[in-house]
């Protein structure tokens, strides 16, 4: 069954990455959070603006991880910066899946989605289940990783 949730992710996910420079990339859940599978899409929308989607699925809810968990929230860290906060991680406690789309300026991003106590705090938790950096690779543009 997982192997099946993982495909139809990929190959939902597989027009997106035809789509000009767009990158997509497969994550797994941290030691916290074992279990969760998803993928995390970075494309451009302009010039300067670039969407990040993230989807995850197995993912149990916030409170299961720890009782005062109450949100999943998704953050971006560009290369030299602090986390910004995208959002609240859309959650379907029924399917147990999570999405965010969120825009950034940068084409190179640490995405993390943290099991919070409130879903407006203003920095991410240790509590991490997934994390990955992810990179744009615009034609004629070097990317440091």
Known sequence: MRKHIIAGLIAAATPLAACGNSAQYVV??????IGIDGTITIQPQSE???VVSVELVN????????KSKKAFVVWLTPTDGAPIRAGRLAYDSDARM??????TPNDQVFVQV??????????????????KHVVL?????AADI
């Open 59 to 66: 993912l149990p809810p916030p409170d299961r991880h720890e």
């Open 48 to 50: 300067d603006v670039n």
């Open 114 to 131: 943290t099991a919070e106590v409130d879903s407006m705090v203003v920095k991410p938790s240790d509590f991490v289940v997934i994390s």
């Open 98 to 103: 999570g999405r965010l789309m969120a825009t």
């Open 137 to 141: 690779k615009r034609p004629g543009v």
């Open 28 to 33: 797994r859940g941290t030691e916290k959070s």
